[in-house]
């Protein structure tokens, strides 16, 4: 079965960094879009940053370019989310979740876009 896994949440002091990781398992990493969405209750989700299965493009939102860095490690089946200089409206729940599409701007900007699978999350929280 297809799954993925977050996890590196926590509390941390504005400013400050952490590095989340997406474990999947049942699928080849290299084959699939694997995106970070991020939700705060009462708020829309967001796509922050997403990454290609053709030549690991990458896509930021605004709000996190030259902050955050997503990457993959393919002996690990992990994509990591390296979080650098952390503000407190960065608090929120961390989502990894794995797609197919025809652009990786589809999977990170497209609401209705449908993902073959999604983690629990992990949270992160902001302290200023």
């Known amino acids: 079965q297809m799954q993925v896994a977050e996890s590196g949440g926590g509390l941390v002091d504005s400013g400050g960094s952490l590095r989340l990781s997406c474990v999947a398992s049942g699928f080849t990493l290299d084959d699939y879009d694997i995106g970070w969405f991020r939700q705060v209750p009462g708020q829309e989700r967001e796509g922050i940053s997403c990454?290609?299965?053709?030549?690991?493009?990458?896509y930021y939102d605004v709000s996190v370019q030259g902050r955050f860095t997503i990457s993959r490690d393919y002996t690990k089946s992990t994509v990591y989310l390296r979080m650098n200089n952390l503000k407190p409206e960065d608090t929120a729940l961390y989502f990894c979740?794995?797609?197919?599409?025809?652009?990786?701007?589809?999977?990170?900007?497209?609401?209705?876009?449908?993902?073959?699978?999604w983690g629990q999350g992990t949270r992160v929280t902001v302290s200023s």
């Open positions: 979740a794995v797609g197919s599409f025809t652009t990786i701007e589809e999977m990170c900007l497209n609401k209705a876009a449908i993902m073959d699978v």
């Open positions: 990454i290609g299965r053709e030549d690991d493009s990458t």
